[in-house]
Each structure stands twice: as structure tokens, then as C-alpha cells.
């Protein structure tokens, strides 16, 4: 897995996104806060350096597994209170094998739920409790090393997160997904949060994806609380910003994003989400103008702190927004912080432009060619007072826009671009621009744009090219492509012959009898068959209750394919070379020993097998 954090102990500010309006008013940038991006890093990491400069760290305390023991857990957490924000999370990692696969299966347990040592809601809710309270000592003892000098105290003060993944022991994926297994593992997660909450932990969340969330847990009416969640596979920090607003699948706020950073597991907190405000107000209307701002992804009511924009605007902790009195033509922003009740924090962004018409859609539009001479469209703005004077200042006589921002065209017009410019203007003397473009006679492609092959298909390979918005029948003329892809004058692609590997790609143009005209473009990917991987040898041998690197040789080894073997055991690729696979393997222990075998599937479902030992 990888990490996750909440809540007060990483209150953060969040960049803004930019956005430029029509106007050609802005919203500037507000920089990311150093302690908005750390990394996360567990037992995978111990025999490798760790992270540069962490605004935060997140430290796993298992080995992979739960009842199992991250052995460099003491050095990692040292390296987590040394990060800009010197306060650290803590992860656990989560699973529910059944009594079946899991030898540290409640047998004659009284508390917090009756269990006897059966597969059981009771039992499974035990399982995961006894799992919580073990993570939480790995966490103690790891403060206690370190030298603090409350090792509880700071354990249960620091934010901690539930890895729920598919790679885990789940009895919906051992024993195949029923009613009854999901209800199983849902327990066992709640048990988990149940026991962190009886220690004294307040701030849990959740490292899981919706995928994966939906294949383990079954949503049972008592089903688990709205707790944060933290969503991996993103990869940068622009798409782990985007990536905040992802749909939650607890109900819960999204808190932290995961990203590839420095060929590490990178992780970016998410603040409130307030979408910068751009809005409009006539000269005579400025006295009275109010707003009211809105945030999202947040925890509970949300408080607006003001940093700058008065005396002109004035922000309310509830993010009402007003103006001192009237304002004089000109462009005046608000900006500040917000933060909800769990100190989830962000920032807002209002500009008002006072006496500035700013147009409203539409501001574009599409017409066939054989349709242009009845076109029309009406222009709109917002900020004005009262009746609205257009005039315009080119476009013309192609284009004409009446004074009331009627457009229309002057008859028939040829396949092309047209825009029409000017100002508006009302009797307050608000004033504004305005710009409308409208496109005649283009037919626009559908698809099929691209498409896949084999080589040995590719000599019979056909295709039929699609547009829309003609009138009548439409004619291709080919002018790139050739001579591996062939366009008829009717759209049909075909090819010369067999083609080699590679793209390939065949454009032109389109018309129709009216007038109208575009351009397609359409690429056949040409690829060699895939073949099964094999393999030919395995170097190592597994090992009960430890984890070990195992080196399987043969073929076919791309794209980090998946290695899968018995309940019990799990298997990560770390390296893979074409003919060679390097495989973390982690076995429980006091499991029996033997010859049993590892499937390695790629990513097409291509596999292949090898037996191994366990001695």
C-alpha cells in the first residue's frame, strides 16, 4: 500500500485554480503550502533510502499484513518527525482471510463481541478489533524507542488510516463475493475502527480506491461511518489537486490524494474546495450587492477568515459577501482562508467587477452551410442595469449584430469562421465587451478515430469513417496516409497489404454537396500478437512468517505483470525485465511447508505458472 492522514494535525492551504473570464479579469495562483505533499513508506522501504524533504511522513507499522510488525518501524517514524510538519500518521493494513487462512482468528473471545471461533459477523468484527490493537502497539512501541515521552499519548494523537485493498487476504476475494463474505469483511473493517476509536483515536480514515472499496465491502444497513478517505493512482500534483474532487466512497471527506513522486508513493492533502467567484454588478447596484460563498469537501460548518479585499468587500465568517457602500466603476477581489470544524482548511476568491458588463453565453454557435441564411442568436451580460446597447465594431457584413444583440448573418454563407466583435453598454454607464463566433458548414468526425490490429490481420483490416452535421452525401479526398492506409471517396479505410508493427495514419478532407467541409484523421495501431509469458526457473525459496525476494527467470515479463499463489501468501513485482521478475514475497507464519505455485498474469490476462518452495 501506502498511507494516509485527517483533520487538524495537517491543516493545510490549497492552490487555487486559475481561471480567466471573457472579461479578461483573472484569479491569481495561491501557492501550495510545503506541508501539503509528503510521502508515505512501510516495510518495502527499509532496505532503501528514504524520501528527500517530507512536508509530512505516513509510516506504515505492519509488514504487509495484519499481526505482523514493520521491522524498520522506529527508523521510519524518526524520519517522519523530522518533515516540515513533524507530526506523522500511522497506517495499518486491514484484511479478513476467515478461520480458514488466518491463524490469528478469535477462537473463544468474549469482548467486544461474543465469538466462538467460527466464520461469523461476531468473529470477523473481533478479527479486525485484535487487529487495530495490535497495529496501535507496533505504534507504541515504536514511540517508545524513539524516546517520547508519552508513547500512547503521541500514538493516539496521531492520524491513522485503514488500508482496505484488493492485494489483502478478503474472504469476497479467497472464497468468491456472496452476501454473506462481504458482510464479513465489512465487519472486520469496522471492528478495526471500532478498536481505534475505544483507544482513544480520533482521527481514521480510509487508503482504498471505489473499485476496490465495492469489491470487499457489500454497504449493509449497518454499514460503516463517513470516515475520510485516502485515493492512490494519481500521477502528478496537478492530477492529485484534480484528483480531490473524486467521489467519495465512505461518504466521508477526500483527504488525501497518492501520486508517484521521486520513485516514491508521494501523497497530497486535500483542503476545502471553493471555486474562485466571478461576478458582475452595475455602478448604481454596487451598494447592495451581496454573495454567498460555498465550500466543499468539507467536515461540518465552514468559518471564512478575510485577508484581503477591504475595506471595498467584506467577508463574513459564514461567507456572506457585501460591499461597504457604493463602489466606483473598477475590478476589487476578496480573498482568504476557510477551514471547517475538523481543521480542514482552503481558500476563497471573489472579484467583482463594479460598472464592467461581462457577457454571458451564448458566445459561439454552428450552423450548416445550407442553414446559415436563417441563422440567429441573441447576446446577454450580466452586471448591467436596465436595457442593454450593443454596437458593433467588426464582423461585418458577414455578420450583424442589432442594438439590442440580436446577431443574424446577411444570407447564405460559405463553409468558414466568422466573428462578430463590439461593446456594450447600459444607461448607468456600465460598460463591457462582447465577441460571438460562429462556424458554418464544418462537419465534425465520429467516431471510429483509431483503432487496433494484429499483423497478421492487418492485410483484411476495414473501417467506415463517420461525420456529422452534413447535408447529403459526403466525400473523402485523402491527402496523407498513403500508401499503407487507403480512404475511399465514400470513407471506407482499408489497408495495402500486411503492415508492419507501428501507427498509422491516414487524414483529408470531407464535403458535402451543400457546401459544407472538415477534415478527418484516423490512426490504426498495428501490433505483433501478444504471446503467454513463461517461466523457466525460480531462484529462492519462501519462507513462513518472513518476507523475501525471489528471482523468477523466462519470457515475456512486461508491465509488471501480477503473481498471485495461495491464501496466505502474497507476492509484489519490484523489478521486471522481459526475461527476468523480482518478487517481494511475504508468507504468514506457522504456515506448512511445501511446493506450491505462483500464476503471473499480465496485464492482456496472458499467464503462465512455476511451482516454488516453502521450507
Known sequence: MHALLTKSSFVVVVAA??????????????????????????????SEAQPPSPGFGIVGVN??????????????????????????????NADNPGPTFASDWPTSQ???????????????????????????????????????SSPTGAAIAAPWWLDVETGNQWQTIELGRS????????????????????????????????????????HTPASLPPVPVWIPGFGSVPAAQVGCNSA????GRVALIQFGLNGYDGDYVCGLLSAPVLTAVSVAGSASFTSQLVSTNNDGAVSYVQTSGTPQLLVSASGLVTTSGALPRGTYVATGTSVDANGNAGTFSLTLAVGKLLQGVPTSASVKSSASGAFNGQLSVTGNNGAVTYVQTSGTPQLLVSASGLVTTSGVLPAG????????????GDVGKFTFTLTVGTLVQRAPTSAFVTTTSSSTYSVQLDVGANFGAVTYVQNRGTPNLLVSSSGLVTTSGALAN?????????SDPSGD???????????????????????????????????????????????????????????????????????????????????????????????????
Open 417 to 428: 469562421t466568422y466573428v462578430a466583435k463590439g461593446t456594450a453598454s447600459d444607461a448607468s
Open 248 to 251: 467519495s466512497f465512505t461518504g
Open 517 to 615: 467541409a472538415g477534415t478527418f484523421s484516423f490512426k490504426l495501431n498495428v501490433t505483433t500478437p501478444q504471446v503467454a509469458p513463461t517461466a523457466t526457473s525460480i531462484v529462492g525459496h519462501v519462507v513462513a512468517g518472513r518476507t523475501v525476494t525471489l528471482t523468477i527467470n523466462g519470457t515475456g515479463f512486461y508491465g509488471r505483470p501480477r503473481v498471485t499463489s495461495h491464501a496466505g501468501t502474497t507476492a509484489v513485482v519490484t523489478r521486471d525485465t522481459g526475461q527476468v521478475l523480482l518478487v517481494r514475497v511475504t508468507s504468514r507464519a506457522r504456515s506448512r511447508n511445501g511446493v506450491f505455485t505462483f500464476t503471473i498474469t499480465l496485464s492482456d490476462g496472458l499467464s503462465c505458472t512455476i511451482r516454488y518452495n516453502q521450507r
Open 502 to 510: 507501428g501507427a498509422y495514419i491516414a487524414a483529408g478532407t470531407v
Open 63 to 92: 509488514g504487509g499484513h495484519p499481526f505482523s510488525v514493520n521491522p524498520c518501524l522506529a527508523r521510519e517514524l524518526a524520519w517522519a518527525q523530522g518533515a516540515v510538519n513533524p507530526n506523522p500518521a500511522f497506517y495499518a
Open 179 to 218: 452476501a454473506a463474505t462481504g458482510t464479513y469483511d465489512e465487519e472486520a473493517i469496522e471492528g478495526m475502527i471500532a478498536s481505534f476509536t475505544n483507544i482513544g483515536v480520533t482521527s481514521l480514515g480510509i487508503y482504498s480506491t471505489s473499485q476496490q472499496w465495492n469489491v470487499i465491502t457489500v
Open 110 to 148: 468474549q469482548t467486544p463481541k461474543v465469538c466462538s471461533g467460527a466464520d461469523s459477523v461476531a468473529c470477523s468484527y473481533d478479527y479486525g478489533w485484535n487487529a487495530a490493537r495490535y497495529a496501535f502497539a507496533n505504534a507504541v512501541n515504536a514511540e517508545r524507542a524513539n524516546g517520547s
Open 17 to 46: 485554480v486559475v481561471l480567466v473570464a471573457t472579461s479578461g479579469l483573472a484569479f491569481p495562483a495561491t501557492p501550495i503550502a510545503p506541508t501539503s505533499i509528503g510521502y508515505d513508506i512501510s516495510f518495502p522501504q527499509c
